[in-house]
């Protein structure tokens, strides 16, 4: 499955910011989808991640009561909504998605095989 990622841009604190992940393939709703997020120097951090069938989600601990992940599965898009945005959120923020990921491994960026191309976050204080 191919995905595409956008939405990214420049926001001052406290501002927010919708990112899109689109699929190519029409049967990824069996697949699970997750942002992650890289500065440059450091390793892909996990943010948040949602099982397309069931529409579970998880979250990394800096974010929750800010980002919300969710999918509109008629339009193979997921999305995540980032509220209350702070200067430590600048990344670029990928999409991935996997199949057959399991819980203990939903935080972990080898359990996808399926990556966007990232799209730049910047946070301005």
């Known amino acids: 499955v191919q995905l595409q990622a956008f939405g990214g841009g420049l926001v001052q604190a406290g501002g927010s910011l919708r990112l899109s992940c689109a699929a190519s393939?029409?049967?990824?709703?069996?697949?699970?989808v997750a942002w992650f997020r890289q500065v440059p120097g450091k390793e892909r951090e996990f943010v948040a991640a949602?099982?397309?069938?069931?529409?579970?989600?998880s979250y990394e601990d800096s974010v929750k009561g800010r980002f919300t992940i969710s999918r509109d599965n008629g339009e193979n898009t997921v999305f995540l909504q980032m509220n209350s945005l702070r200067p430590e959120d600048t990344a670029i923020y990928y999409c991935?998605?996997?199949?057959?990921?399991?819980?203990?491994?939903?935080?972990?960026?080898?359990?996808?095989?399926?990556w966007g191309q990232g799209t730049q976050v910047t946070v301005s204080s």
């Open positions: 949602i099982r397309r069938s069931s529409g579970l989600t």
């Open positions: 393939a029409h049967t990824f709703n069996s697949y699970v």
């Open positions: 991935a998605a996997g199949r057959g990921v399991i819980l203990s491994s939903i935080r972990d960026p080898r359990a996808y095989n399926n």
